[in-house]
């Protein structure tokens, strides 16, 4: 079975700082991973992946992850926040191969930036 | 491309009322989803379909049904709704899953049902 942690559940900072949120997976077999983003009264969507090849990962709006597999963590990292990235933030994991193809969700973190 | 598309928006029931929240896809996806967010939870799969005609349990579905007669749309189903059950319901779809293809692998969000129930 797979499972997330993410490890925060509010993480507040000041704009123009940089942020890091932490997510750690528990799996027996590869897994993709992915950061979705949920900004308030709407549905998640996709800020970024990790399937395979290169264990740094960029994605939308300056947001970049980096895949460690040794401390099997996939941690969100964004080096300069704006207001209005203020927003829930999910890890999730899923096989990549064998085993269920459906992605398990961490609990989320509430990102909070403050002016 | 109007995406995944859920309807209502918002709902209040009261106990022991019956509804049935849709979800419509336009994205020709294969693979469509239920979930529920409650607070400091996360999402929760209710139940989930990988084709038309095709449904199976997710890690919650106790009170829930759901049904995929047309491969576009994913019913969600309270025979008998409780105070418990008061969320936001969320539907997602992806595509058919082959390997090698990185894109088939995101889900596709709606913008959510909240339901109330008294």
């Known amino acids: 079975a797979q499972s997330v942690t993410q490890l925060d559940s509010q993480v507040p900072v000041f704009e123009e700082a940089p942020v890091e949120l932490r997510c750690n997976y528990s799996s027996s077999v590869s897994v993709y991973l992915f950061w979705y983003v949920q900004y308030p009264n709407q549905g998640l969507q996709l800020l970024l992946k990790y399937l395979s090849g290169s264990t740094l990962v960029k994605g939308i709006n300056g947001f970049e992850a980096e895949f460690n597999k040794s401390q099997t963590s996939f941690h969100l990292r964004k080096p300069s926040v704006h207001i209005s990235d203020t927003a829930e933030y999910f890890c999730a994991v899923r096989h990549a191969s064998g085993g269920s193809y459906i992605p398990t969700f961490g609990r989320g973190t509430s990102l909070i930036v403050h002016p | 491309n109007a995406g995944v598309t859920q309807t209502p928006k918002f709902r209040v029931l009261k106990t022991g009322q019956s509804m049935t929240l849709l979800c419509a896809q336009d994205?020709?996806?294969?693979?469509m989803y239920w979930y529920r967010q409650d607070p400091g939870m996360g999402l929760r799969l209710i139940h989930y379909?990988?084709?038309?005609?095709?449904?199976a349990k997710g890690e919650v579905p106790d009170g829930y049904n759901v049904s995929r007669l047309k491969k576009q749309n994913f019913l969600l189903g309270l025979e008998s709704a409780a105070p418990s059950q008061t969320s936001v319901y969320f539907c997602?779809?992806?595509?058919?899953?082959?390997?090698?293809?990185?894109?088939?692998?995101?889900?596709?969000f709606g913008p959510g049902t909240r339901l109330l129930v008294l």
């Open positions: 997602a779809s992806s595509p058919l899953r082959l390997a090698g293809l990185g894109d088939q692998e995101t889900q596709y």
């Open positions: 379909s990988v084709g038309e005609g095709t449904t």
């Open positions: 994205m020709n996806h294969e693979y």
